[in-house]
């Protein structure tokens, strides 16, 4: 990660934008699919496209605590963490776990769009 502090605030607008986008693109999902083919699974028996938001919505319920009590434990430690935000044995950093966060909304909302692409 660059040292210069002027680096961080575009990596962060960036990754506001990209978690802005999954989140438009999540609604894009669920708006394009008709009811008949919102739970129906593909016939390679992937995930149908409800499946892959609701896993979606499932990991935030359960990140977005761990995210938020990191933050606040950094603040009160003078910016710094030592915990896990998910698993015992990895370790992230904040910035790394919004990351991670956004890669997985990304590929599980490719997922649900070829889900219903493969169907319709």
């Known amino acids: ?40 699974r593909p016939a390679r028996a992937g995930w149908s496209a409800a499946e892959c938001l609701v896993h979606l919505n499932l990991t935030s319920e359960r990140f977005v605590p761990l995210i938020a009590d990191a933050l606040v434990r950094a603040r009160a430690g003078g ?6 935000p998910f698993a015992e044995r990895v370790r992230y950093n904040g910035y790394s776990s919004f990351c991670v966060v956004a890669a997985h909304q990304r590929r599980h909302l490719w997922q649900a769009q070829r889900a219903l692409a493969s169907l319709g």
């Open 1 to 40: 990660m660059p040292s210069d502090d002027r680096s961080i605030v575009p990596q962060l607008e960036a990754l506001r934008r990209e978690l802005e986008q999954a989140r438009m693109r999540a609604h894009a999902v669920a708006d394009a699919a008709t009811p008949d083919l919102w739970a129906r």
């Open 79 to 84: 910016l710094t963490g030592t915990g896990p």
